[in-house]
C-alpha cells in the first residue's frame, strides 16, 4: 500500500531502505506496481500544471515553475482502479499536510485531447499512450513549498499507469567553477608567443582561464592563434544569416571546448559557470534561458555557433545561453557558454576568445617618443595605465608607463602638464566624469608620492565620455576611450 509521505517538518516517521533504489525515498510503490520508467535530475526547473487551460479547445495549462532536486517516475499496474490509486495518493499527500494546490478528476480534467496533454507533461517519456482513460490529477506542495508532488493517472484494459514528479528544494553548491584573474592579468611579450600544439594525450586539457565542471569530459577541443568568431548576443534562428542578427565581431586567440557530464542539470551548470563569471567582474552582454532561447531548432543553431563541431546534435535541451566579457591587460577576454541536456546527461560549448587591444600598442611606453608626440601635438595617450574595474586603484601593470612617465618629467624639468582622464560612455554621465578626475588624480598623486615629481608641474582633471578619440558603438571605439591623456600646459 502506498505509505504515507515523511515530511521532517511535518512527520517522525523512520522510513526503512527501500528495496527498491528507483523509488522515491519517501514512498512506497503501489502493491504489484512495475517501474516503466524513471529519471533524476540535481537541481533542476520544471513546469508543473497547476491549472486547466482557458479555453475548451487549449493544451496551454497555466504552470508553476519550481527548482530543486528531480525524479520522475512511471508506473504500471495490473487489476486496479484509477479511483482507488487516486484516494490512496490524496490520502497520503494530507496525512503528510500537503496543501492540494489542485486536482481534476473524470468529469473535469478537460477533453481527451486536454487529459493526454496533462499526462504528457508528467510523463518522463512525454507520452502516455493509450493509458488516459478515467484520469486523475493531484498537486501536492508542503507548507513551505520546499516539496511539490504532481501525480497523473490513467486507465487502459482493466491497468492503470501512474506519472509521479517529485521536486525537493535544493541548496546547490554555486563555487565548482574557478577563475583564475592571474591569467587574465598576465603580459604577452610579442603577438608571436608560441601556444604549445597539442597531442592527442594533452586533449583533455582545459582553457588556463576557466576551470572545467567536476566530472566533465572533453569531447572535442580547438584552438586557433588570430581567428574570426562571431558572438551572438541574442537569439539565433536556423538558417539566419551572420549580419542578421545582434552579435559582437571578434579577432583574437580562440579556444573552444565540448565538454560532456552526466547527473546534472543544465540549469546547475549554468548557474556555477555564471556565478563564476560574475564573482570575475565579467560583464553579461547576453543571456536566455529554455524557451526565451527559441525554438528547439533555433536552440540547436545558437549552440551549433560555439559548438567545435558545429553542431550540438541531441544536446540541445532545457537550454541555457550566456555571453561575457571582461577587460584584460592585453585586450578584452570574452567567454560563451551554450549549455544544453539530453537524456540524464549535459553538454558544454564553450568558447573563449582573447583578442588584442589596438589600443594597447599604439604608443609604446618611452620617455623619447611621448616627448616628441607632446612637441608634435601638444598632447599624447598613455595606454598603458590600468585601473581596477570601476574604481581609481592603479593596478601593478602601470608600473612600466608611469616609469616612463617620470622619466620624462625629469629629463626635461621645464615640461608641466595636463593629467587627463577619459571614459567611454558606458553608464551614467557624472559617475563616469567623476570616475575619471578620481583616476587622474591618482596618477598625479602617485608621480608626487613614489617618483618625487613636484605637484606643482602637474594638474590632474577628468572629462568623462566628453572628449572621445573613436566611436563608443564598438568595444574597439570604447577601449580607445578609457585613457589617460597628457596635455601641455604653459607655465
Known amino acids: ?81 484509477t479511483l482507488k490509486l487516486y484516494e ?23 477533453n481527451q485531447r486536454q487529459v493526454q496533454a496533462l499526462g504528457a507533461h508528467i510523463a518522463v517519456t512525454g507520452n502516455i499512450f493509450n493509458f488516459w482513460r478515467n ?18 493517472i490513467g486507465g487502459h484494459d482493466g491497468d492503470v499507469a501512474i506519472q509521479q514528479v517529485v521536486v525537493t528544494r535544493s541548496d546547490p553548491r554555486l563555487d565548482l567553477i574557478e577563475i583564475d584573474l592571474a591569467y587574465l592579468n598576465r603580459r604577452i611579450d610579442s603577438d608571436t608567443a608560441e601556444i604549445p600544439q597539442l597531442s592527442a594525450e594533452e586533449r583533455a586539457r582545459d582553457h588556463a582561464l576557466l576551470s572545467r565542471y567536476p566530472g566533465a569530459r572533453i569531447r572535442e577541443r580547438r584552438h586557433r592563434e588570430y581567428e574570426r568568431f562571431v558572438l551572438p548576443l541574442e537569439p539565433v534562428q536556423a538558417h539566419q544569416r551572420e549580419d542578421s542578427f545582434r552579435r559582437e565581431d ?37 543571456e536566455c534561458a529554455l524557451d526565451a532561447c527559441g525554438s528547439s531548432a533555433d536552440v540547436r543553431a545558437l549552440g551549433g555557433r560555439l559548438a567545435t563541431t558545429g553542431n550540438v546534435f541531441n544536446f540541445h535541451r532545457t537550454p541555457y545561453y550566456l ?19 539530453y537524456n540524464q546527461d549535459v553538454a558544454v560549448q564553450q568558447v573563449v ?13 618611452n620617455a623619447d617618443l611621448l616627448h616628441r608626440e607632446l612637441q608634435d601635438s601638444g598632447r599624447v595617450s598613455l595606454y598603458g595605465i590600468q585601473f581596477d574595474t570601476n574604481r581609481s586603484d ?18 626635461h624639468s621645464e615640461l608641466q602638464l595636463y593629467v587627463v582622464g577619459h571614459t567611454d560612455d558606458v553608464g551614467a554621465v557624472d559617475y563616469n566624469r567623476e570616475l575619471s578626475s578620481a583616476r587622474a588624480k591618482a596618477v598625479v598623486d602617485l608621480l608626487v608620492s613614489d617618483y618625487g615629481i613636484s605637484a606643482s608641474r602637474l594638474h590632474s582633471a577628468g572629462v568623462g565620455p566628453f572628449a572621445p578619440t573613436a566611436s563608443n558603438a564598438t568595444e574597439e571605439g570604447r577601449a580607445l576611450n578609457r585613457q589617460v591623456e597628457l596635455v601641455t600646459r604653459q607655465p
Open 250 to 286: 571578434l579577432v583574437g586567440d580562440l579556444t573552444q571546448h565540448f565538454y560532456e557530464l552526466e547527473q546534472v542539470s543544465t540549469l546547475k551548470v549554468y548557474e556555477n559557470y555564471k556565478n563564476a563569471l560574475s564573482s570575475a567582474d565579467f560583464e553579461i552582454l547576453f
Open 135 to 152: 484520469p486523475y490529477y493531484l498537486l501536492g506542495v508542503s507548507p513551505d513549498e520546499g516539496l511539490h508532488i504532481a501525480v497523473f
Open 323 to 341: 555571453a561575457a566579457r571582461r577587460m584584460t591587460v592585453e585586450g578584452p577576454a570574452y567567454v560563451a557558454l551554450f549549455i544544453g541536456g
Open 1 to 81: 500500500m502506498l505509505r504515507s509521505l515523511c515530511l521532517a517538518l511535518s512527520l517522525s516517521v523512520s522510513l526503512p531502505i527501500l528495496a527498491n533504489p528507483a523509488d522515491h525515498p519517501l514512498f512506497e510503490r503501489f502493491p504489484n506496481a512495475t517501474v516503466t520508467n524513471s529519471l533524476e535530475v540535481a537541481h533542476e526547473r520544471f513546469l508543473l500544471p497547476r491549472a486547466l487551460p482557458p479555453a475548451s479547445a487549449s493544451l496551454d495549462f497555466p504552470t508553476k515553475a519550481v527548482v530543486g532536486d528531480l525524479l520522475r517516475h512511471s508506473y504500471r499496474v495490473e487489476g486496479a482502479s
Open 353 to 365: 576568445v582573447e583578442t588584442r587591444d589596438i589600443a594597447a600598442n599604439l604608443i609604446e611606453v
Open 394 to 411: 592603479i593596478r601593478p601593470e602601470s608600473k612600466e608607463a608611469l616609469d616612463s612617465l617620470a622619466e620624462l618629467l625629469r629629463e
Open 88 to 110: 490512496n495518493y490524496r490520502a497520503a499527500m494530507e496525512e503528510a499536510n500537503l496543501d492540494i494546490a489542485f486536482q481534476c478528476g473524470p468529469e473535469d480534467c478537460g
